[in-house]
């Protein structure tokens, strides 16, 4: 029996949605949200295709949470709360009716799950077929105090630039799972594979930077790629100290038998940490929230007024191969 | 030269996004806005495949404006007015760098004028290379005053079925242009492949039927099928008649020589029509509108209690073929 889109929707999706408003149970041509007053909304749409963004390897429940989350990192690095989300899902014209059915039901349990671990539920979309690959679109809708989001520009002259928890992680992961990277110990194995796997939006962290934060970006692309971007937007420069840079004692091992790793520490993308600037003033503030909140937050270098923007060893020489173009590349 | 998903960004979309709120020239991770008062915001999501929801030797400003309007129409079925939108392209991997160039360029030429048409921005979105056919995933974000949306459920028994325009155009087009229909008459030609690249969204009627329509979908995988859905949301039935329907001049040249068509009228996807219920006591108001705005809205048929859906001819015998089943299939 094949089962058709509209099946599928009622069958796995619905059950993720609300019964009445904003989605109706996905029953309606779109969602209606009467927002929340005195919050800003905000907006952000990420897409992901099997192959280029996640492995055809990853099991739907990955693919899922991957999907969500990195939206949601990005309404972390506004410092806003997530609300909702809809779905595009494009599911390949050569999956039979039954895998396309069992990749949907275990898509939606990952759901599921993250839709409890963030409070959010599913508002609408589409589920499409496509001759290519699995292709999953997602925008997250969240709130922000009124005229109180974070942004990439704001970024001043002397601020200290600080990141969440530890770089490299996810692309090491990555390589490992690719097989490039050969790693017997399974404790770093599963820890890097996961931090790939399973990004911790750190929302958190994003509200509670409101008012200390000048400016902040989530790291997608590689720190240095993404603290260029965060320097553009707020036209400065920056620079940043290899050896201040937070590595998780699974990457350290790694590294330590593989130096020529390090340079994923700076340009490995997926990392989905937080990368924001502080006023001197509020930089007391900012190390207490590591000290009480359980997320590291180490400060890694400054801002400064001339537009370039380094990574520089102890020696205060720059970083071979850490110009601003290193991240990862959509083309 | 190549030119990279930031350059392509830059160059091409940020021009069609505010450099202040929401989209803040699309330098930023997500949108910010703050809602009108006294709205509801309205979201739908739409995404199109390359082969599949469009021919690949569409022009790339009809790709644009295709996957805008489909979106746009989901809104004009719930009354509202559009506001904005976010948009994922997934461009395939096997475009060189001139071909990607210039594909975007005439891709944002085409959102251009029809954001211009419709008094829209781009709020932000995602850019990605795929190995797959080129993919575009759209979410139209629109405004409705508070509590006033249409929804597909609400249509009552007795209530009186109308759609705006005319049916089985797009359908009628996509059999030309596929070469499947042979049609000498280059008006009629082109008249009906123009139905199908460029969907109508019915916004001005929506908003005008908010306080008169019982119940409001649009026509997306054909008459019979949008039907079903509208009637199965309300806990209803309904009787339409074959006879009733809408057909434009061009279509019914074709009808008139390829009798067999005819089920594309109700069957058919893609019309973007409306098509909505109104209690009795409103139909004179509707019957106005319809007068005085320019488009056609034609009664044809009534809700009943009975749950079933059918089209029925003028002996009142049921049209063979025209079950609940006879529209698009996503799968």
Known sequence: MSVGEFDLIEKYFAPLASKGPPAFGL??????????????????????????HFLESDSPEQVAKKALRVNLSDLASMGAEPVGYLLALALPAHFDAEHRESWV???????????????????GGD??????????????????????????FGAKADDHIFVSGSLGDAALGLAILQGTLQEENAAVRSFLSDRYHLPRPRLKLGRALIGLASAAID?????????????????????????????????????????????????????????????????GAVNRLSEEGGLALTEIGQINED???????????AVAGAGEKTGFRHF
Chains 1, 2 share one sequence.
């Open 27 to 52: 029953q309606d041509d779109a969602a209606v949200l009467h927002p929340p007053s005195g919050q800003d909304l905000v907006f952000t749409k990420d897409a992901l295709v099997a192959t280029v």
């Open 105 to 123: 039901r275990n898509f939606a349990r990952g759901l599921e799950e993250d839709q409890k671990e963030f409070s959010i539920s599913l508002f």
């Open 127 to 152: 589920t499409v077929s496509t001759p290519g690959p699995l292709t999953v679109s997602l925008t997250a809708i969240g709130a922000v105090e009124k005229g109180r989001a974070l942004h990439r």
């Open 219 to 283: 790291i997608s692309d590689g720190l240095m790629a993404d603290l260029a971007h965060l320097c553009e937007a707020s036209g400065v420069g920056a620079q940043v100290f290899d050896f201040n840079l937070p590595v998780s004692g699974a990457a350290g091992k790694v590294l330590e038998r593989l130096p020529a790793y390090k340079n994923r520490i700076w340009s490995g993308g997926d990392d989905y940490e937080l990368l924001f600037t502080v006023p001197a003033k509020h930089v």
């Open 307 to 317: 537009r370039h923007i380094r990574l520089l060893d102890q020696n205060w020489h």
